[in-house]
T-cell receptor, first 111, second 114 residues
Framework: TQLLEQSPQFLSIQEGENLTVYCNSS?????LQWYRQEPGEGPVLLVT?????EVKKLKRLTFQFGDARKDSSLHITAAQPGDTGLYLC???????????FGTGTRLKVLA | KAGVTQTPRYLIKTRGQQVTLSCSPI?????VSWYQQTPGQGLQFLFE???????NKGNFPGRFSGRQFSNSRSEMNVSTLELGDSALYLC?????????????FGQGTRLTVV
């Protein structure tokens, strides 16, 4: 079974703090995506990472793809209440038609 | 460019009834996937269609079925509804889920079974 494990599962921090969310698998992915979902809405795509070791920045969010393309991380600098939501990593394991989602990290940023 | 459209947004059904949910993908996207999301189980994959063919199926009972039409629009059907089927049902479209293509989600259909 191909799984994407995310950690931590829950995170509650104060505004202005930094945080990192991890997404790990034993499978190799051709790419990984990160999504953010707000209650009652569908997940919204934040970024795609493709190349092993790749780093992408989206304002205060930094995404990294592991060298072996089995893991990824999301780092948020100076978190704001607007960052609150469910963060999901997802990807298609190489050689499959599958597209799987991580277990999710629920982030709450307190003002 | 219009996004993924799911209808209806909200639905209340009684146990034992059946329900059909609809999804219109982004124009040009040929792959449509369906997911069930509940607070306890997270995002669970139901099935994926590409060019009217079911290519992948998750671990759900046969009460859950779907289909895709020639215009890539998709429907999913749940028969003999159970209380545990209450969830947010999400549809996502993609150019093709192999390789580097991303999934774009609709706003979901919130199904409540009473």
């Amino acid at each position: 079974t191909q799984l994407l494990e995310q950690s931590p599962q829950f995170l509650s921090i104060q505004e202005g703090e930094n945080l990192t969310v991890y997404c790990n698998s034993s499978s190799v992915f051709s790419s990984l995506q990160w999504y953010r979902q707000e209650p009652g809405e569908g997940p919204v795509l934040l970024v795609t990472v493709v190349t092993g070791g790749e780093v992408k920045k989206l304002k205060r969010l930094t995404f990294q793809f592991g060298d072996a393309r089995k893991d990824s991380s999301l780092h948020i600098t100076a978190a704001q209440p607007g960052d609150t939501g469910l963060y999901l990593c997802a990807g298609g394991p190489t050689g499959t038609y599958k597209y799987i989602f991580g277990t999710g990290t629920r982030l709450k940023v307190l003002a | 460019k219009a996004g993924v459209t799911q209808t209806p947004r909200y639905l209340i059904k009684t146990r034992g009834q059946q329900v059909t949910l609809s999804c219109s993908p982004i124009s040009g996207h040929r792959s449509v996937s369906w997911y069930q999301q509940t607070p306890g189980q997270g995002l669970q994959f139901l099935f994926e269609y590409f060019s009217e063919t079911q290519r992948n199926k998750g671990n759900f009972p046969g009460r859950f079925s779907g289909r895709q039409f020639s215009n890539s629009r998709s429907e999913m059907n749940v028969s003999t509804l159970e209380l545990g089927d209450s969830a947010l049902y999400l549809c996502a479209s993609s150019m093709d889920p192999t390789g580097n293509t991303e999934a774009f989600f609709g706003q979901g259909t919130r199904l409540t079974v009473v």
